[in-house]
């Protein structure tokens, strides 16, 4: 199985990569993907959340912020971000396919491939901000506690949201249990727009910002 396996359309390749029944299996079609990920889905018209997310981030981070860049993919958020002025980025995700296009762009100060399923190799506190765009239905909602342990106190995560799967992945449970125990919360939740309005016109999310306390 490899590149032949792809879809003949870019709307059929979104739909292939997101129905994968195993994280093993989204691993490897990401991988598969990786080549064309950025002519799918990288324009501005295609996919909008890098620039919703970058808007948000300018009105609430710092420029020299410590910024970890959660699922980075092919590096269309890093990239937004250096555009706008961002210029402290790791990028994190656990397709090296990917990650090697990300690292092509030179935008990221370092780049890891980690599996946010469970604790990584950074040390608390290490970080600002994580930003996350396009992960809620993929990335194992554990994730958003390992967020809370590598920001640092008074950082934020900026999340692409996508409310069904906030539910039903567990991230609600996670965050529920976080923000009792006075550990994170939710400063805003931006009205819903299409992600993907030319591939996908009926996802939709939200970009919502949290605080660590």
């Excluded at 009105?59 to 092919?74: E, H, M, P, Q, V």
Aim: hydrophobic share 35%; proline share 4%; net charge negative.
């Amino acid at each position: 199985m490899g590149k032949n396996e792809l879809p003949d359309n870019k709307a059929q390749r979104v739909d292939w990569v997101m129905s994968a029944d195993t994280n093993e299996e989204l691993v490897r079609r990401y991988d598969v993907w990786a080549e064309l990920y950025d002519s799918d889905v990288g324009s501005y018209e295609d996919y909008l959340v890098p620039t919703e997310a970058v808007r948000v981030a300018e009105k609430t981070l710092d420029s020299n912020d410590r910024i970890f860049d959660a699922g980075a993919g092919t590096g269309l958020v890093g990239q937004t971000l250096h555009d706008a002025g961002f210029l402290e980025l790791w990028a994190i995700d656990y397709s090296a396919e990917m990650l090697e296009i990300a690292r092509s762009k030179g935008v990221y100060r370092e780049i890891h491939q980690c599996d946010l399923g469970k604790k990584t190799h950074f040390a608390d506190d290490s970080f600002d901000a994580v930003i996350t765009c396009g992960t809620t239905s993929q990335m194992p909602s554990y994730s958003l506690r390992e967020f809370v342990r590598l920001i640092r106190p008074g950082g934020h995560i900026i999340f692409a949201v996508m409310t069904d799967p906030w539910e039903s992945c567990g991230y609600a449970e996670i965050y529920k249990e976080l923000n009792a125990a006075g550990k994170i919360d939710i400063q805003s939740r931006g009205e819903p727009f299409q992600m993907m309005p030319t591939t996908e016109p009926d996802f939709y999310c939200e970009i919502w910002t949290m605080k660590i306390s």
